[in-house]
């Protein structure tokens, strides 16, 4: 079993680098924004209430977010049974912290972090292309900037988190998308 948590700001290719990593190692991946917007299509209360942060671009609630987690690992058990790529999720200390439990707790670990490092306005950038036609109500200018004040307040002090567990990995997140694997790869590789 190996799990990993893809890192990285908004935009940074979290996404996109999970896919390749899908395919080529057989995780199942979890993206904590995905789970969301489905319950935002499906009008759930669950949906009603995330709406309301992710249109703001804020955070949900550690408490409500970490049961949320907690209940897809439990739905997914036979699926997560060789890893799962945690895309999205930490994103504070209290997640990441409940996250070591929550594994712990299921006989596993965190065994990499891939931490996607790539310059601001890149990132702005791609948000905004992408905004085009993603129809994701976070994809413009003013909740990209919220976004981008929430990554760097609470959710960029994970990196430090994870160097002090000896499982970050830097990953310079621009170039080509293949090039980027291509390091995920060697990172990953080197930790199996
Ligand atoms: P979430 O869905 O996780 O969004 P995000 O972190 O803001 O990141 P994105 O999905 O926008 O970007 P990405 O890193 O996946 O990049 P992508 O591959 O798409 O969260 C949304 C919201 O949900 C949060 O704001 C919050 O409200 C809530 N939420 C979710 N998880 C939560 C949690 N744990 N706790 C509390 N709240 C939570 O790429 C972006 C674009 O760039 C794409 O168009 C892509 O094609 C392009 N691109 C990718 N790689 C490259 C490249 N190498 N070169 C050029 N373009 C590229
Ligand atoms: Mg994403």
Known sequence: MFNLVIFGAPGSGKGTQSENLIQNYGLYHISTGD???????????LGKIADAFI??????????????LADVLDKNADATRNGVIFDGFPRTIEQAKALKTMLAER???VNAVI???VAEEELIDRLIK?????????DNLETIKKRLDV???Q??????????????????GSGTV???FADIRTAIDARR
């Open 155 to 172: 959710t960029s002090p994970l990196r430090d988190f994870y160097i002090a567990e000896g499982l970050y990995e830097a990953i310079h």
């Open 115 to 117: 931490g996607l490092e």
């Open 151 to 153: 990554y760097h307040n």
């Open 35 to 45: 789970v969301l917007r489905d319950h935002i299509k499906r009008g759930t209360e």
């Open 55 to 68: 249109s703001d671009g804020k955070l949900i609630p550690d408490d409500l977010m970490i049961n949320i």
């Open 130 to 138: 992408r905004g085009k036609d993603s129809g994701r109500s976070d």
């Open 178 to 180: 293949e090039g980027i």
């Open 107 to 109: 006989g596993t670990q």
